[in-house]
């Protein structure tokens, strides 16, 4: 099991940018395919993007060119930089890990095995 910790949530405003980041520990080598998620109020949680062991990428056509997913293993942490933030970006962001390569399910919740508790992110027009 892996666990998984986000920070880096604030407020900003629209065109702002923020930085998000999802520390892992525990059996790391649990998690191949790690993800960002993100839930407004009322809505489903849907997947942002997702990397993978060997650095390849996914992203959902919504932050296409906006946002990118990085991860740095000597920290065992995941970072979701942002950037032309929109309001439409808000919501609680989560971090989660899975034990396979990322692949075509990547966007799927089921997919994911464990999940951090998220972090808030607020953006005003």
């Known amino acids: 099991q892996v666990q998984l910790v986000e920070s880096g949530g604030g407020s900003v405003q629209s065109g702002g940018s923020l930085r998000l980041s999802c520390a892992t520990s525990?059996?790391?080598?649990?998690?191949?395919?790690l993800g960002w998620f993100r839930q407004a109020p009322g809505k489903e949680r849907e997947g942002v993007t997702a990397?993978?062991?060997?650095?390849?990428?996914s992203y959902a056509d919504s932050v296409k060119g906006r946002f990118t997913i990085t991860q740095d293993n000597d920290k065992n942490t995941v970072y979701l930089h942002m950037n032309s933030l929109k309001v439409e970006d808000a919501g609680m962001y989560y971090c989660?890990?899975?034990?396979?390569?990322?692949?075509?399910?990547?966007?799927?919740?089921?997919?994911?095995?464990?999940w951090g508790h998220g972090t808030q992110v607020t953006v005003s027009s």
């Open positions: 989660a890990a899975a034990p396979l390569k990322c692949g075509s399910d990547w966007k799927q919740r089921d997919f994911y095995t464990s």
């Open positions: 525990g059996d790391t080598y649990s998690g191949p395919c």
């Open positions: 990397i993978d062991s060997a650095g390849s990428t």
